[in-house]
Structures are given as C-alpha cells and as structure tokens.
C-alpha cells in the first residue's frame, strides 16, 4: 500500500523503547575471555567491551567493539587472520553463559552501523580517544547499555493472571513499568538453558523501536545529534525549549540510519513506516524509494558503500535533491478522541502476510483477467485518503468550537446510529444537565456528521481489506476478528475497531471519543471502560450462551493494552529523557 504516491496514516501509541547507555565495570566471564583480551590487544584493533543488558528478557548480551584507531582507515587483522576485514565490528565475547545462544541481529547489526557511522563523523582518531577516555582499563569496564521497553510491546495477560487481576484497562494501566517476561523451566536441561523466557509481542513494531531507541541513544551519547528533551518532575513532564533546526536534523540524521539499520538486521528493505513512527509520533507517511538503500546493503560491509552520505542526505552537502524521497506530514487525533489497542490470545501473525499481498497485487497487475482484484488495491488507496480528509475535518471543527469538550461529551455516550439522527436533525435534544451548558445544535451536528462519515470510511476500509485477504489467501481480518470489531464498534462511543498492520490474530485497534472521567483512577474514561467490559467478557467460557459463543471461545482472551495516541513530533516520537539506569 506503500508504495509512492500512495500515502499511509500512521497513528502512533504513547508506549516507548527505552535506550540506556553508561560506563560500567563489565560482566564478568571465563577464563577464556582473558585469554581473548589478551588476543585482541595483539591485533592491529583496538577493543571496548559492550555489555547489552536486557532485564526483560533475563539477558546480558557482551560484545567486544573492535576498531581501527589509525586515520588511514587500514584494515586490520584479528588473531592472525588479515584481509578484507572491515574497521569496525562487533563480535560476541566467549564465556557468556548468560547470553542468548542465537543473539539479536537488530541489536548486533545496529551497534555495527551505528558505531561505523560515529566513527565515520568523528574520524577514527578521535573516536578512538574517546573511547580511551570513558574507558580507563579495556579488561575491567565496559561501555553498557540498558533496553526496556514499555509494557505494552509485549502481552501482560500473565502478569495479570499472576496478580488475580481481571484483565481491564485499569488493571493493565495499574502494573509496574517493564514488568519482565515470564519464563519456563525446561527440566531436561541445565544451567542457564533451564530457563526460556516467553516472548509474545503485541505487534507494535518492537523491532523498529528497539532499533530506533539504540540508534538515537549512541548518537546522542557521543554528542552528534540533539533531540527534543522531556523531563520528569515531581510526576509532571516538562519541555524545555531547544534550538529547532539542530532537533530537526537530529531526528533526520537518527531516522536515516535506523532505516538502513533495521533493514540491514531484517534483511529486506521494508516500508519504513514504523521506524518513521517511532520517531516522529503520528504523522502521514510515503515510503522512500528502496534504490536509496539498496546499493548501501547489498555490499557485505555497508561501511563502503556511501553509508555516510546517505546517511546524512545529499541535502546537506550540497544544493542537489536530497536522497530521501519519503515524506512525513503532521498528523493528530482530535482532542476528543482516543487510541486503544488489545492483545488478543487467538494466534499470530505471520511474517510473511505482507509479502504474499505485494505477490498478489503484481500478478494481478500482469494478468488482465484480475482486473477487479486491481480495484479492491486502487478503491482502498481512496478510502484512505477520505479518512485522512475525515480525520482534517474534525481538527478543523474542534478548532473553531468554545465547548468542544462538551460536545465530544455529549457525543461519547451515543451510538452511531444516534450520531446519524443529529446529524439529520433540525434540532438537538441535548440531555437536561448539558442545556445550560449552551452545547449548540449546530456545532453538534458538524461533529457527528464529520464522526458518521470517518466511521463508514473506516469500516469500508475494513471491507476492503477483507477482500484483499481472500483474494489474496492471507487472513488479513480472520472471522473470529470480525465478530470482535465488528461488537465493539456498537458500543456507545467507538467510532472505529479493526486489526492492525498487516493484519492477523492477534491484535485489534479501536479509535473512541473520550468519555467522563471514572474518578481518579488512571486516566480511563467511560467509553474505554465499556470497551475493557466487553473484552473482558468476550473469551468467558461460562456465559450466556449466545449465538457467535464459539466464535468467542475460538479468539480466547481479550487484554486491553495501557497505550493512548501520541501526537506529531517534539516529545511523541524519539526523544531524550532522564530515566535513569537503575
């Protein structure tokens, strides 16, 4: 669908990838690893020891950062072994009992990328003096670096079931930030390897955050980009004012090279639109062109192939057409509307699901007797579009209404069908309380004529992508997920629920208009309380017996994640924050 002059909306969730990173003493391991310091040092490469914590995942895993300090940039020889070895690598450390066997490619190939870049821009002599300055003594300190990630990247229905917690939006919202995975004991097996730790995603782009996350932290780390500043105090966030250009090519220089990072850790060059997210927040997304990448990544070592240039955009070096042809246009919610997602426990997602739809649509380019699948891809190019056009009206009329708030509120504890009647209506009987309120019948019905249309372009969107699942034999929006999205949208208030992404088991997203306040109990609202009902009883077993009971039991349990939108760039996308490491 990405592909330009096609154009996404990407409405991003609050929930963050958190990048960490200091001088630390280093893990300690075997006798081997001396043995290997002592290796290294006899090498024509200098050698940092990287420790990745990753608390989540009960995982530490260390590297040995190795690079050529000399500014001829020569290559090196890495225990007697010369050639074409890049000046910059990554390579694991022995001894690492604790380390995942398998390692991380989006970890291991984004150090790679991100420490050739900074060495790149500071020059191999004063990376390397850097270096020697946070790192006093190679064999006992290791530059560290801490991920954690928000709780909602990954499914809390354990940690709720280990709390006796029913699963609703307050309960979700009340657990501890970067609760850890749960883990299985294997008992055939010893050591370490006992343990396994269970990692289910709730499919909002994990890798890309990650990826994105680390990127931003080591550029910053080493002072060569600057990024928008958001600070705790005494539980409130503040911003302090930057200079707006230097944040503006800090976040252009850290979305680049995530690109190329996470492209080069997944090994195709993909949409990009959740690393564009996860660093600008919501916004309207075109892809770039994948020629931009392709002559970077299709060399073994990216570091030879212009990675600096493209990195940085011809823009910056000279008057010429910038590289980067994707384009990222502001995007928000309305005031009066919220984001919410939900775990779903009825499968997951296939990997592959987007591949198979970009196959079908260019057979049926070729075929002409496909001529009405061709239809399906163009009408949902549009229906796209009118939600774009729906969602710009909103914002335009909430910007002109006094008492916005009061008629989000008056329209948040009514169904679709009643939106229709307002919105055809000479008058508006508004409820006793509002009246004295001077909730106007006119702004009214603007509002819920624009919510009536974003509502039936939403669900035609829906349709569309439907079809396209089986047209294409890809379970875009299965039938349990249906009979899901399709009893949440009567819910008084919802204006919208479908599968996510690429489509699948095991995700759902509703967009609602904010209700009253419940209390003071984290931030919920009426309208999502009554949507944490719904999915609360939707996988019970033991109730009334109805007529889609088995499509109910088939989907399993329903979990609202505790995400709410984020808006377009300053601290919605990637930022710098005073989380501190422990």
Known sequence: MLEAPNVGLVLAADSRFHATVTVCHAEEGEAKEEEEAEELTASDL??????????????????????????????????????????????????????????????????????????????????????????????????????????????????????????????????????PCPVEIDPDATGYNRQRVIIRKTGMGSSATLVTSLVGCLLRFFDLIALPLRIQSHGQEERQQQDTQNVQDGLRIA?????????????????????????????????????????????????RAGLLDVVRDSSTCNDSTPIWDCTVTP???????????????????????????????????????HRDEIRVWNSLVQVNKQIQQSLQSLCEYEDLLDNHELVWRNLSCKTSAQWIVIAASVTVDNDA?????????????????????????????????????????????????????????????????????????????????????????????????????LWRQWGDENGNEQEDSAERRGIGLVCPLAVHSAGFGGTNGLCETDLAWQ
């Not at 022995?94 to 790679?112: A, I, Q």
Request: some cysteine; charged content about 20%; overall charge neutral.
């Open 46 to 179: 200098a050698s940092v020891k990287v420790d990745v914590h990753s608390p989540q995942f009960a995982t530490v895993l260390r590297y040995w950062l190795m690079y050529s300090p000399n500014d001829d940039d020569s290559f090196g020889s890495i225990g007697g072994n010369t050639g074409s070895i890049p000046p910059v690598q990554i390579v694991p450390r022995k001894g690492n009992s604790r380390e995942n066997p398998k390692g991380n490619p989006f970890v291991e190939k984004t150090l790679y990328l991100t420490f050739t870049y900074i060495r790149m821009v500071m020059g191999p002599s004063m990376f390397h003096q850097r270096l020697v300055s946070l790192i006093t003594n190679s064999t006992q300190s290791a530059l560290a670096i801490k991920l954690r990630a928000d709780n909602d990247f990954y499914s809390q229905i354990h940690a709720l079931q280990e709390r006796q917690l029913e699963c609703t939006p307050q309960n979700v919202a009340s657990l501890p930030q970067f609760l």
């Open 255 to 303: 979305h680049n090279l995530s690109q190329i990072c996470h492209c080069y850790a997944q090994g195709k060059i993909g949409s990009g639109f959740d690393v564009s997210s996860a660093v600008y927040g919501s916004h309207i997304y075109s892809r770039f062109s994948p020629s931009i990448l392709q002559h970077v990544l299709s060399d073994e070592n990216p570091h």
């Open 433 to 533: 309380g509002h009246i004295e309120e001077k909730v106007t019948s006119t702004n009214v019905k603007k509002v819920a004529r624009a919510l009536v249309e974003l509502r039936s372009r939403f669900f035609e969107a829906r349709t569309l992508l439907k079809r396209m699942g089986e047209l294409s034999g890809v379970p875009v929006e299965p039938d349990t997920q249906t009979y899901l999205a399709n009893a949440t949208m009567e819910i008084p208030g919802v204006i919208a629920a479908g599968v996510p992404g690429a489509g699948g088991e095991d995700a759902l997203f509703v967009l609602y208009i904010k209700g009253d306040k419940v209390g003071c109990k984290l931030s919920s609202d009426e309208v999502r309380d009554r949507i944490g009902e």
């Open 331 to 369: 995007l928000r919610l309305p005031k009066g509307l919220e984001l919410l997602m939900a775990d779903v426990c009825g499968g997951s997602e296939s990997p592959s699901m987007a591949r198979k739809i970009v196959s079908w649509k260019e057979r049926a380019i070729k075929e002409s007797e």
